[in-house]
């Protein structure tokens, strides 16, 4: 029996490392880049970036439009059909308005994350009250406060965050996600020496 495979023949994670460890440097390359977009998107572009997220938003809401379409094509009773058409349409109407107007639909879409902070953060603060002691239930108030608090700003803010907020977020999110790879990266490139 093979040690690098399970019993169904197919690649284990040790191999998926493995495999990845003389790729170390394009993925610090990557992590590097966008950590790098992070960082313009925060020093000078959070409006541009905001109409970025936004319109990235609106061509994911297209391509899933598209999907429901499909799937409407697909469904059996005629009642699945419309429903899912309609769905499909409402989300390809939604994807060409924040392409269309990417600062329109931005004001919308700003109200709607600070309402879900505010919300998720309640629901967060709710949940960790009914874990039991032992549990890690202090960590989970802490980020209920914190996503509850940010939420009141955005929309106390509102519409005038708007214009920058999904910029901010996504500029964070770039260089979380960069910095994340380019730990990776690294990691892989110390275990391949080893």
């Known amino acids: 029996m093979s040690t690098t495979n399970n019993d169904r023949g197919t690649p284990n994670l040790a191999d998926g490392i493995r495999a990845l460890r003389s790729k170390w440097g394009w993925i610090v390359g990557f992590g590097v880049f966008t ?3 992070g960082i313009v998107a925060l020093g000078s572009g959070v409006y541009f970036a905001t109409a970025t997220a936004v319109i990235v938003i609106g061509f994911m809401m297209l391509m899933a439009g598209v999907v429901e379409i499909v799937a409407a094509f697909n469904a059996k009773e005629w009642g699945q059909r419309i429903l899912w058409g309609l769905l499909g349409l409402l989300y390809v109407f939604a994807g060409f308005v924040c392409i269309q107007n990417p ?4 004001t919308l879409l700003t109200l ?21 002691q032992g549990t890690p239930w202090g960590w989970v108030v802490l980020s209920g ?19 920058y907020v999904l910029g901010i977020f996504l500029g964070v999110d770039l260089l ?17 020496r080893s």
């Open 112 to 132: 709607m994350l600070g309402i879900a902070l505010i919300v998720g953060g309640l629901l967060r603060i709710f949940l960790a009250m009914q874990m039991k």
């Open 176 to 192: 979380f996600v960069g910095t994340g790879w380019i730990s990776v990266g690294l990691a892989l490139r110390r275990h391949a």
């Open 35 to 37: 950590t790098i977009a």
């Open 145 to 163: 406060i914190l996503s509850f608090l940010l939420g009141l700003v955005v929309v106390a803010k509102w519409p005038v965050s708007s214009a």
């Open 103 to 106: 600062f329109q639909a931005a």
